[in-house]
């Protein structure tokens, strides 16, 4: 220690010496060109020097040794080892997620969830909300927790029909608690998302709009709301042009349920028609859809009894079936099986529930304003004379009673007790309340954005068929 002290002394007072001597080198070439200031730099070099015999001395002492500190502390195993055996004891879980298919049973959904113990398999395979997944009332993926022997810790899915309705989701959460399977649920709001189409007629607006969630009833609704002024088998053209806004329903990105058709637009070789969906606020029994304009395409009347009817013989003369002579068919018969429901087309008053000769059962009702509308060949009825009843709502079922050469629905609609084409009826039946000048400026204001989103629509379409040409 004495040695390394000493030569740290030394190491010292040699660079001391070789600062000095560098200096005296540059003090006399200073006196050769400057006296004066030579003598200046002379008494701050020796001020210097003393300074620096100050600082050299704590240099040249000897250093203390460095206090070394040893820490000593027993380790407590017993915590330790408590805890790597509940980590070992811990089963390792494994998530699977799938989404049920039309194919499925139980046992294969639960075997592709990763589940194989046949105790839970056998446990599970009546269980009702499994069920519904396999029948295809589920929204979004089925997710399941197993350990590595295939056993079962917990299921999630989501499921509809859980209200009174039927139109309420719920999320289910399927777990073993101390040996025995608990189901719990919560409900669930889809949250509703806008979407647009726009297209080219290629085929039919139903084969076209396939590609769209619900597209078939997309197609349906544009029919029903736009029927009194477009004739979908005769007005649309290859080539023409659709523009649609509508508003799904959707659960963890799966799309559950189309909300509202909001909007739609067609262009018929160079027509134009567009309806607008409308709430005025609070009054929800004037909501319904609209011309641009602010007219009310609403209608007092169904323009059929049957949801897709078909007709099988038309309004007019005709060669009577079962007589063999021309006699005047005074209304339409549609395509319709035994059981058929049949709705009345209007709100009015049954004037008469019964059988009638050639008609066999027959309802007729009473519409204000002159209107009456009359269903023939029923197999049996579900109201009664002097009865009150709703657009809609169901009077009969269809069958094959009276003179007739089959099943199907014989339906007639008469204006101030004449009859006319039902296919027509429209031409007769007024529209629903307009709107009053007041709420114009609103509806102007409400629709503003659906009148954007079918412009946007149609013109980015447009886009795409400049891209591809």
Not at 134 to 162: E, F, I, S, W
Request: charged share 20%.
């Amino acid at each position: 220690m004495a040695q390394s002290t000493g030569r740290r002394g030394f190491d010292a007072s040699l660079h001391l010496a070789q600062q000095a001597c560098g200096l005296a080198s540059a003090f006399f070439l200073a006196c050769r060109r400057r006296p004066q200031r030579a003598a200046l730099a002379l008494g701050i070099l020796l001020m210097g020097i003393g300074a620096g015999s100050f600082a050299l001395e704590p240099v040249l002492e000897a250093e203390p040794a460095p206090t070394q500190v040893t820490l000593e502390q027993t380790l407590d195993n017993t915590r330790i080892s408590s805890q790597a055996q509940a980590l070992e004891e811990q089963p390792a879980l494994l998530v699977h997620a799938t989404q049920a298919r039309s194919s499925d049973t139980v046992q294969t959904l639960l075997t592709r969830l990763g589940v194989t113990d046949p105790e839970t398999v056998s446990a599970l395979k009546d269980e009702a909300n499994l069920l519904q997944a396999v029948q295809g009332q589920t929204a979004g993926a089925v997710v399941a927790q197993t350990d590595a022997r295939g056993q079962l810790h917990r299921l999630h899915l989501v499921v509809d029909g859980q209200g009174e309705d039927g139109s309420e989701w719920a999320r289910v959460e399927i777990s073993r608690e101390g040996g025995i399977w608990q189901t719990r649920t919560e409900p669930v709001v889809p949250q509703l998302q806008t979407r647009v189409a726009a297209g080219r007629l290629r085929s039919s607006l139903a084969a076209d709009l396939a590609g769209e969630p619900y597209g078939a009833l997309l197609a349906i609704n544009v029919q029903k709301i736009l029927g009194d002024r477009v004739d979908f088998r005769r007005d649309l053209r290859r080539g023409d042009v659709y523009a649609l806004v509508y508003r799904v329903q959707s659960i963890d990105g799966q799309t559950v349920g189309l909300d509202r058709l909001l909007a739609v637009q067609l262009d018929l070789h160079g027509q134009e028609h567009t309806a607008l969906w409308y709430e005025p606020a609070g009054d929800d029994e004037q909501a319904g859809y609209f011309l641009p304009d602010g007219s009310s395409l609403q209608r007092a009347f169904l323009s059929s009894p049957l949801p897709h009817p078909r007709v099988t013989s038309p309004f007019g003369m005709r060669m009577h079936p079962l007589v063999h002579r021309l006699l005047m068919h005074t209304g339409v018969d549609f395509h319709a099986r035994v059981g058929t429901p049949v709705a009345t087309i209007g709100d009015g008053r049954v004037v008469y529930a019964g059988w009638q000769n050639g008609y066999g059962n027959v309802v007729r009702v009473q519409h204000p304003g002159g209107f009456t509308s009359v269903y023939a060949h029923l197999s049996r009825l579900e109201v009664r004379t002097g009865q009150w009843v709703k657009a809609g709502e169901t009077v009969a079922l269809s069958g094959n009673t009276g003179t007739s050469t089959g099943p199907h629905l014989h339906f007639e609609f008469h204006v101030q007790h004449k009859p006319v084409n039902p296919l027509t009826l429209a031409r007769y039946v007024p529209h629903g309340k307009p709107l009053s000048p007041g709420e114009k400026p609103a509806f102007f204001a409400a629709t503003a954005l659906l009148r954007g989103q079918l412009a946007l629509a149609a013109g980015a379409f447009d886009a795409r068929l400049a891209r591809v040409d």
